[in-house]
């Protein structure tokens, strides 16, 4: 069954520095990926998503990610990250064992923001 | 503005309750889809709809049902036989169920049994 895998459950960073959140799944083929964001209490909002074509990926808030077949992975970056990106972070796959159109989440990583 | 509302924001229920949690688009979106969120555990698919009057189970349907008598609207019901109904519970909705579609998801309610 395909899976998607957030290895880190917690990061904290400081504000202006760098961020990247890792996600791996496992699908042979090339899936559709995506990653999402979700503010305490709140539904979650979709940061970017990639189909095919170019490997790297841009979205909203700044955020970008790069689609790597070789490492089945699909990471999060942000070159300087804001005290309002603490959230927690979530990593989806499109469902292609189950039901086409279903998403697969990850567990989520949830980010914290030093001052 | 276009988007999908749930409400109550907050429910309590006793054991042996059943409730119902509200979902309403005016997306005009095709397919809607109910999910249960636990801390660390993501979100898991509860039951979803491609289209009015029909609807399928997803991986934890067990002691949950559904209803899509209209478009706009795809209420849960947690019954009794649910065992562990605590949890936050989202609501989303895309414009059919084809492939690569992104989906749109409501705010939220958090469901407490007491």
């Known amino acids: 069954a395909q899976s998607v895998t957030q290895p880190d459950i917690h990061i904290t960073v400081s504000e202006g520095a760098s961020l990247e959140l890792r996600c791996n799944y496992s699908?042979?083929?090339?899936?559709?990926l995506f990653w999402y964001v979700q503010s305490p209490g709140q539904g979650l909002q979709l940061l970017l998503k990639?189909?095919?074509?170019?490997?790297l990926v841009q979205g909203i808030k700044g955020f970008e990610a790069e689609f790597k077949r070789s490492q089945s992975s699909f990471n999060l970056r942000k070159p300087s990250v804001h005290w309002s990106d603490a959230a927690e972070y979530f990593c989806?796959?499109?469902?292609?064992?189950?039901?086409?159109?279903?998403?697969?989440f990850g567990k989520g990583t949830k980010l914290s923001v030093k001052p | 503005d276009g988007g999908i509302t749930q409400s109550p924001k907050y429910l309590f229920r006793k054991e042996g309750q059943n409730v119902t949690l509200s979902c309403e688009q005016n997306?005009?979106?095709?397919?809607m889809y109910w999910y249960r969120q636990d801390p660390g555990q993501g979100l898991r698919l509860i039951y979803y709809?491609?289209?009015?009057?029909?609807?399928q189970k997803g991986d934890i349907a067990e002691g949950y049902s559904v209803s899509r008598e209209k478009k706009e609207s795809f209420p849960l019901t947690v019954t009794s036989a649910q065992k562990n109904p605590t949890a936050f519970y989202l609501c989303?909705?895309?414009?059919?169920?084809?492939?690569?579609?992104?989906?749109?998801f409501g705010p939220g309610t958090r469901l407490t049994v007491l």
């Open positions: 990639y189909f095919s074509g170019d490997t």
């Open positions: 997306l005009n979106h095709d397919a």
């Open positions: 989303a909705s895309s414009i059919n169920q084809g492939l690569a579609l992104e989906q749109f």
């Open positions: 709809s491609q289209i009015v009057n029909d609807f």
């Open positions: 989806a796959v499109e469902d292609y064992g189950g039901s086409q159109g279903n998403l697969i």
């Open positions: 699908y042979g083929a090339t899936p559709y």
